[in-house]
């Protein structure tokens, strides 16, 4: 225990150190802003301009671009603008020379960055922002279609056909209405058949295939089966089961 304590002390000494030499108040440090354009990492393209932070006597700073003179200011927070375009692409290093009230030099760190063609921006920017676009449109699209699919099951009355006319479901062969705002597809309709649940394109039924699929719709829903089943039904159903094994 004894021996240890030297151990505990160096690091807490440590951890009371390094926030210490992590500040940079004696220093100069320089910051980008994007004021348009396009930025990711160390690339850049458009309009930006130039901030530093300094001690308190700081009078002036100047910027340089690759060792040329880009700007100065005289007044915090020592603002420059500038645009890449004015720029060759490609790699360039950007440092800050400050000057104290008493004559004094303060150096930057050197900041590299990449400017980058405007075309590149936009399409880096396009394989980020168009997949979530994309993702956007299909989620409103079903938001819009999934309720008129699904909404709609009970609401079938036989010989009803409405503007978009009738059809006939290729799995039970009965006939429902289609709907006038359902997803149009080159042969048809995208629709759910209100009697099985089946989801297929369908085409508008002629009068007589509908006259025969309604006479098999009334022969079935004689004997109690394939009747259009509401959800309320299946939970009845299967609360009677339930009921049963209890
Ligand atoms: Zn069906």
Redo the contacts with the bound molecule.
């Keep these: 225990m004894r021996r240890a304590l030297p151990v505990v002390a160096g690091l807490l000494l440590l951890l009371v150190a390094v926030p210490a030499a992590a500040q940079t108040e004696c220093g100069l440090s320089i910051e980008f802003h994007r004021d348009f354009g396009y930025a990711a990492g160390s690339e850049i393209q458009g309009a930006f301009s130039l901030t530093a932070d300094g001690p308190e006597n700081l009078v002036q700073v100047d910027y340089y671009l690759d060792d040329q003179l880009l700007g100065s200011a005289t007044e915090p927070p020592f603002k420059i603008s500038f645009s890449t375009g004015d720029h060759a692409l490609g790699l360039h290093t950007f440092i800050a020379v400050g000057t104290t009230q008493e004559g004094g030099e303060i150096r930057s760190a050197s900041r590299t960055v990449e400017f980058v063609s405007a075309e590149q921006g936009w399409q880096v920017a396009g394989k980020i922002g168009l997949p979530i676009l994309g993702l956007v449109l299909i989620i409103s699209l079903l938001g819009t279609v999934g309720p008129m699919l699904l909404g709609r099951k009970a609401k079938f009355r036989l010989g009803e056909y409405g503007a978009a006319g009738g059809a006939v479901?290729?799995?039970?062969?009965?006939p429902?209405s289609r709907h006038l705002m359902a997803p149009h597809m080159v042969f048809g309709k995208l629709e759910r058949?209100?009697?099985?649940?089946?989801l297929s394109i369908v085409a508008a039924a002629s009068a007589s295939a509908l006259r025969q699929a309604e006479a098999r719709w009334e022969a079935d829903s004689h004997q109690g089966e394939l009747k259009p089943e509401g959800e309320g039904d299946r939970l009845r159903e299967q609360i009677d089961e339930s009921r049963y094994e209890s």
């Design positions: 479901c290729s799995r039970c062969g009965m429902f058949c209100p009697h099985c649940g089946k």
